[in-house]
């Protein structure tokens, strides 16, 4: 059974950095990615990552501030956030898929960690 948990997530002040986790059990996926939710608002791509590392992707609202990356020797993803801002409040979901970079969707999720930003 295919299974990814996330960690990492908490509580840090605007300014400050976090490090999600995210561990695949069983299994290398193609690609992986970041998404999140904030209350009262729909999900949102964050970042993603091909199957080497080797493409990477933000939307622009992280760029130059989040850093996705992989270690397929432990079938985990990261997203290393900097530079917090109270904004980036959410519920930071893990997907990954077995399909090829340029095809669309993720149909393996993780069951989110809470990112809290204080101002």
């Known amino acids: 059974q295919v299974q990814l948990v996330e960690s990492g997530g908490g509580l840090v002040q605007a300014g400050g950095s976090l490090r999600l986790s995210c561990a695949a059990s069983?299994?290398?996926?193609?690609?992986y990615a970041w998404f999140r939710q904030a209350p009262g608002k729909e999900r949102e791509f964050v970042a993603a990552?091909?199957?080497?590392?080797?493409?990477?992707n933000y939307v622009d609202s992280v760029k130059g501030r989040f850093t996705i990356s992989r270690d397929n020797a432990k079938n985990t993803v990261y997203l290393q956030m900097n530079s917090l801002k109270p904004e980036d409040t959410a519920v930071y979901y893990c997907?990954?898929?077995?399909?090829?970079?340029?095809?669309?969707?993720?149909?393996?999720w993780g069951q989110g960690t809470q990112v809290t930003v204080s101002s």
């Open positions: 990552i091909n199957w080497n590392g080797g493409i990477t």
């Open positions: 997907a990954a898929d077995f399909r090829g970079w340029f095809q669309s969707g993720y149909d393996y």
């Open positions: 069983g299994r290398t996926f193609n690609k």
